[in-house]
């Protein structure tokens, strides 16, 4: 059961009206009184259902969030049919996710200092380990279980470079864009001369 599921509909309320308030205002000048307001409920409902106050709704927002992320990249991983559409789906899927969510986006503009450190340098290990973990299995039947953990970081590396660090002639939201880098400088990475 995903977290999606297990969180109640009072829960998600909250949830989903603490990210329309973070996409307005960033994490800083959101405050439990905004989130009740826009989730028409008390500031004492929001203490009962996030025994923390900010700091848990932002862990609930963060892994729900997180979960409905996992949750349509497994879609899009399943529907591929080779190792080049899994790649594709992947990156494709991930960066569309990423500038359409217009909470991130305003913390990345307006608020850096908070997602970037999470990214960057040593910190990135977590975030990498968590998409490796999660990616592996689905690249295991075709580079193998021990370089499917290294082959989802990489890729997931290529994501995070190009989405915070543009390129030109490069669009990890445009499909025939990825399918490009992936089939020039991707696959001959991932399938042996002797394979191809």
Known sequence: MTVVERVGTQEQ?????????IARWGIGKTTLDDVAREASCSRATIYRLFPG?????????????????FTGLARRFDEAADLEELVVAGVVYTA?????????????AYEPDVILPKVAFRQADRALGMVSEF??????????????PRVAEWVAR???SYTLAPADGVDVGDEESVRRLV??????????????
């Not at 900010?54 to 992320?69: C, G, M, P, Q």
């Not at 400088?185 to 394979?195: D, T």
Request: hydrophobic content about 50%.
């Open 13 to 21: 309320r909250v949830i989903d009206a603490a990210l329309r308030c």
């Open 53 to 69: 106050g900010k700091d848990a709704l932002l862990e609930a927002v963060t892994r729900t969030e997180l979960d409905r992320f």
């Open 96 to 108: 569309r996710s990423l500038a359409g969510h217009d909470a991130l986006q305003f913390v990345l």
């Open 135 to 148: 990616a592996a299995p689905y690249l295991a039947p075709y580079v193998g279980d021990r370089e499917a």
């Open 158 to 160: 290529l994501v995070l």
């Open 183 to 196: 089939g020039t400088f991707v696959l001959p990475g991932l399938v042996s001369p002797a394979a191809q």
